[in-house]
């Protein structure tokens, strides 16, 4: 597992530096003449920008407006491009210029708004596009190496994912504030948290009715990357005579009538959308039962993991259970849920996972 590294404030100015001067000595016939911090676009005007640099590409002298953000996500992204066109817009006539966005990370998504403005840019994990003269430069593909620094909480935390649960309720629509947070049980603050990062990726969009989510698939996709089976469940596993999954999901109703469980996973999904086979059931429980109850009701027994055809889950936050449905008289997790269960739970349960998604009623849909 690659570390993560931690970009302090502090570190931005000559890192950023220490990157264009690399960047333009990749091409052999660039040369530098002359490069100024905080500089000013014109002796005639007041804007100032970041960076300020002049070169020379063959015979032919450029400027190179250089803007620097913390922050690489969408919305800052064009920006930053807006002020870019700015400032070239008020460089001398006559002299060839050129714009370039430097940021900690830049994603495909900032990436491409770059690309469509033709502005350039580059990135401290190695990513980077200059396109100018004879000049051309591209790499993609490297991670995201460092942990920006937010001011909003994770937008994947559990009280967090309780607000995505209920906006990826289809059909999607839109939501005041006040409402979400009624609606998903937690705090103003972790709503407008989630609301601001979901806006800063351009994953949704203020409208009257409040804010939506516009690209559900991009947020359920960074979802999946950020998940931990194993952080958030506590998982007990039961070998039991029953081989019916129906059967044996009705007897575990009956069984624990006080707490009903409810139900993920291949079970569910089954119920959902019939895509495979198995004979397994899961479901979330508030608490475990005792063994004896299980044995008497169920007869069967506690064994280690992947031995058993009962798997009941213990959630370390019981926003998983919100928002439920029924299917059959059986209570079980979002379709959400249901998917990002799966996806951890093997015995092709991927291949179920996608089928699922890919289903035009996935989460009441999308359309």
Not at 47 to 73: F, P
Not at 123 to 128: K, M, S, V
């Given at each position: 597992?690659?570390?993560?590294?931690?970009?302090?404030?502090?570190?931005?100015?000559?890192?950023?530096?220490?990157?264009?001067?690399?960047?333009?000595?990749?091409?052999?016939?660039?040369?530098?003449?002359?490069?100024?911090?905080?500089?000013?676009?014109?002796?005639?005007?007041?804007?100032?920008?970041?960076?300020?640099?002049?070169?020379?590409?063959?015979?032919?002298?450029?400027?190179?407006?250089?803007?620097?953000?913390?922050?690489?996500?969408?919305?800052?992204?064009?920006?930053?491009?807006?002020?870019?066109?700015?400032?070239?817009?008020?460089?001398?006539?006559?002299?060839?210029?050129?714009?370039?966005?430097?940021?900690?990370?830049?994603?495909?998504?900032?990436?491409?708004?770059?690309?469509?403005?033709?502005?350039?840019?580059?990135?401290?994990?190695?990513?980077?596009?200059?396109?100018?003269?004879?000049?051309?430069?591209?790499?993609?593909?490297?991670?995201?190496?460092?942990?920006?620094?937010?001011?909003?909480?994770?937008?994947?935390?559990?009280?967090?994912?309780?607000?995505?649960?209920?906006?990826?309720?289809?059909?999607?629509?839109?939501?005041?504030?006040?409402?979400?947070?009624?609606?998903?049980?937690?705090?103003?603050?972790?709503?407008?948290?989630?609301?601001?990062?979901?806006?800063?990726?351009?994953?949704?969009?203020?409208?009257?009715?409040?804010?939506?989510?516009?690209?559900?698939?991009?947020?359920?996709?960074?979802?999946?990357?950020?998940?931990?089976?194993?952080?958030?469940t506590l998982?007990?596993?039961?070998?039991?005579?029953?081989?019916?999954?129906?059967?044996?999901?009705?007897?575990?109703?009956?069984?624990?009538?006080?707490?009903?469980?409810?139900?993920?996973?291949?079970?569910?999904?089954?119920?959902?959308?019939?895509?495979t086979t198995?004979?397994?059931?899961?479901?979330?429980?508030?608490?475990?039962?005792?063994?004896?109850?299980?044995?008497?009701?169920?007869?069967?027994?506690?064994?280690?993991?992947?031995?058993?055809?009962?798997?009941?889950?213990?959630?370390?936050?019981?926003?998983?259970?919100?928002?439920?449905?029924?299917?059959?008289?059986?209570?079980?997790?979002?379709?959400?849920?249901?998917?990002?269960?799966?996806?951890?739970?093997?015995?092709?349960?991927?291949?179920?996972?996608?089928?699922?998604?890919?289903?035009?009623?996935?989460?009441?849909?999308?359309a």
């Amino acid at each position: 597992m690659k570390a993560i590294k931690t970009l302090k404030e502090r570190d931005f100015e000559p890192r950023f530096e220490a990157l264009l001067r690399e960047l333009l000595g990749r091409v052999p016939s660039l040369k530098l003449a002359s490069l100024k911090k905080n500089a000013r676009v014109s002796f005639n005007l007041p804007y100032r920008v970041d960076r300020l640099a002049q070169v020379v590409a063959g015979d032919r002298k450029w400027t190179l407006v250089v803007e620097e953000k913390r922050l690489g996500q969408p919305r800052e992204v064009r920006t930053a491009v807006l002020q870019l066109k700015h400032y070239l817009k008020h460089l001398p006539e006559g002299v060839p210029h050129y714009g370039l966005l430097l940021a900690p990370f830049l994603s495909e998504e900032s990436a491409k708004i770059c690309i469509e403005a033709g502005i350039g840019y580059a990135d401290l994990a190695g990513n980077a596009r200059l396109s100018f003269d004879q000049v051309f430069i591209e790499t993609r593909g490297a991670d995201n190496p460092f942990r920006e620094k937010r001011d909003t909480r994770s937008l994947f935390a559990p009280r967090a994912t309780r607000v995505l649960r209920v906006l990826l309720q289809g059909p999607l629509r839109s939501w005041k504030v006040t409402e979400l947070a009624e609606s998903a049980q937690v705090s103003l603050g972790w709503v407008s948290a989630v609301r601001q990062q979901l806006l800063a990726r351009e994953w949704a969009a203020k409208d009257p009715g409040g804010f939506r989510v516009t690209k559900p698939g991009a947020v359920l996709d960074a979802w999946v990357n950020a998940d931990d089976w194993e952080k958030r469940t506590l998982t007990h596993e039961y070998s039991v005579l029953l081989s019916d999954p129906l059967e044996l999901a009705e007897k575990l109703k009956e069984a624990l009538s006080g707490e009903p469980p409810v139900f993920t996973q291949w079970f569910a999904g089954s119920l959902r959308h019939p895509h495979t086979t198995t004979k397994v059931v899961t479901a979330y429980v508030k608490k475990f039962p005792d063994d004896a109850l299980i044995k008497e009701k169920l007869l069967g027994r506690r064994v280690s993991a992947g031995g058993g055809g009962l798997r009941l889950v213990l959630p370390k936050d019981e926003g998983v259970l919100h928002p439920a449905q029924t299917v059959r008289g059986f209570e079980l997790v979002s379709d959400v849920q249901i998917y990002l269960d799966l996806l951890r739970g093997g015995l092709r349960g991927e291949e179920q996972a996608q089928e699922l998604r890919q289903w035009p009623d996935f989460a009441g849909g999308w359309a």
